[in-house]
């Protein structure tokens, strides 16, 4: 499985943007995507996940302003994020998982700034 991230970039605070996640490959044998982000010195962390039966779960942290979605012809996911705050200021990955599974793909730079 291969994984293409982009839509990251620079964004005002309080604006949105929505990443896009594209998997190609062996996409049938994928149980679930999700989106993680990374601040240097400090830990990967847990954005979003969806399923293959398209259920979705956030980490409290990131309820309310994070939403995950997916669009099955395009074997596409999406992570719209709203409200964004500096502090969200991070290199946003994606992940497959699945039998056999656990694919990631290159990071794609969200900037929070003024």
């Known amino acids: 499985v291969q994984l293409q991230a982009s839509g990251g970039g620079l964004v005002q605070p309080g604006g949105s943007l929505r990443l896009s996640c594209a998997a190609s490959?062996?996409?049938?044998?994928?149980?679930?995507m999700g989106w993680y982000r990374h601040v240097p010195e400090k830990q990967r962390e847990l954005v979003a996940t969806?399923?293959?039966?398209?259920?979705?779960s956030y980490p409290d942290p990131m309820k309310g302003r994070f939403t995950i979605s997916r669009d099955k012809t395009e074997n596409t996911v999406y992570l719209q994020m709203n409200s964004l705050k500096p502090e969200d200021t991070a290199v946003y990955y994606c992940?497959?998982?699945?039998?056999?599974?656990?694919?990631w793909g290159k990071g794609t730079l969200v900037t929070v700034s003024s």
């Open positions: 490959g062996s996409i049938t044998s994928i149980e679930a």
């Open positions: 969806i399923t293959s039966g398209g259920s979705t």
């Open positions: 992940r497959a998982t699945g039998y056999g599974i656990d694919a």
